[in-house]
């Protein structure tokens, strides 16, 4: 097996098929990728204390890479193996974004995070374990180009949920041939729900695998842990988002394990959990927009003990 490295300095400000692939690779084979991601945006941030005098991007996104055999209506199947992180992450805090915008005010808070084996110094009393996550992963869309920074889409993106970790499996539609997997956003540690907007962000490495799932046609992305699937909700206002995803849920138990309907409505009622992923909707405001519900991703969670 291999491992293709793609570097940092290969980071894109979208998700587009019209980016020349950095990598073709063959599905299934075993080999793996290695997606680093950059954190210049805070290293400037917390210098200068400025979104004016910018030079970095923000959410940048290591790819594409060009999947050989995955055309419109299949799905990439994307396993994570591991996530390397650097010695320190960034707490910081964005004027006018995220659920604490009101306490925190219009100064703006920067703070460098020691990562080492003993966990996340988030204080000089906090150090939590590391819980690495990868915040921005997507395929291409059919046209056009999609943020990386909000709002997530059926293809990906800004999902910012804590599900996409080592040991698990994102499945993702393929919009366009080849299908353009992107990965950015690696955070060392983020609380469910991403009350900041920004978590604990982390350079780092992900190492993934992919394969194709032929004629998977996917309208949303849903992630396979070791213990749960996973249903991506998207829609606006947030009630959208929250049927959404528990259709794919009810979809997947009736069409895909041959549930009877009545069977499927009872269970979901019984331990279908769901729940707010991350913050960054479905709409495309401008400029960043404070945490709200409305359009938010929610995730709606089947047990595997069930099926």
């Known amino acids: 097996m291999t491992e293709h490295f793609l570097g940092k300095e290969l980071g894109k400000p979208g998700f587009s098929a019209a ?5 073709r690779i063959q599905p299934g084979t075993g080999d ?5 991601t950059s ?5 400037q941030l917390h210098e200068t204390h400025d979104m004016a005098k910018l030079t970095a991007q923000i959410n940048p996104i290591t790819g594409p890479v060009y999947v050989e055999g995955a055309t419109p209506g299949d799905a990439l199947k994307v396993t994570i193996h591991e996530i390397r992180l650097k010695d320190y992450g960034w707490s ?9 915008q009101d306490v925190m005010g219009e100064e703006m808070f920067t703070r460098q995070v020691p990562i080492d084996e003993a966990g996340v110094h988030v204080t000089d009393r906090h150090v939590f374990d590391a ?3 990868i915040g921005c992963i997507g395929t291409a869309p059919a046209e056009g180009v999609n943020s990386t920074v909000m709002p997530s889409y059926p293809q990906g993106g800004n999902m910012d949920l804590t599900e996409c970790r080592p040991g698990s499996v994102v499945y993702l539609p393929v919009m366009v041939e080849g299908a353009y997997l992107a990965i950015g956003d690696i955070h060392a540690i983020m609380a469910e729900g ?7 962000e982390a350079e780092g490495t992900a190492v993934v695998s992919v394969e194709v799932v032929k004629d998977l046609a996917l309208r949303a992305p849903r992630v396979e842990t070791e213990d749960e699937w996973v249903f ?5 206002p947030v009630q959208e988002s929250i049927q959404r995803g528990y259709e794919d849920a009810f979809r997947f138990l009736v069409d895909d394990n041959g549930w009877t309907i009545g069977d499927a409505y009872a ?11 991350g913050p960054t909707g479905s709409g495309d405001p401008d400029p960043l927009h404070p945490l709200s519900a409305r359009g938010a991703v929610t995730i709606h969670k089947v047990p595997k003990s069930i099926l």
């Open 92 to 100: 910081v805090s964005l004027p006018g974004a995220g659920a604490l």
């Open 32 to 36: 793996t990728i290695a997606f680093e």
């Open 19 to 23: 980016d020349e692939p950095v990598l």
């Open 232 to 236: 991506v909700g998207l829609g606006d």
């Open 194 to 200: 991403e009350s900041s907007f920004v978590a604990i």
């Open 267 to 277: 269970v979901l009622s019984a331990v279908g959990h769901s729940r707010l992923g």
């Open 39 to 43: 954190d210049e945006v805070y290293a």
């Open 131 to 133: 819980k690495p996550m």
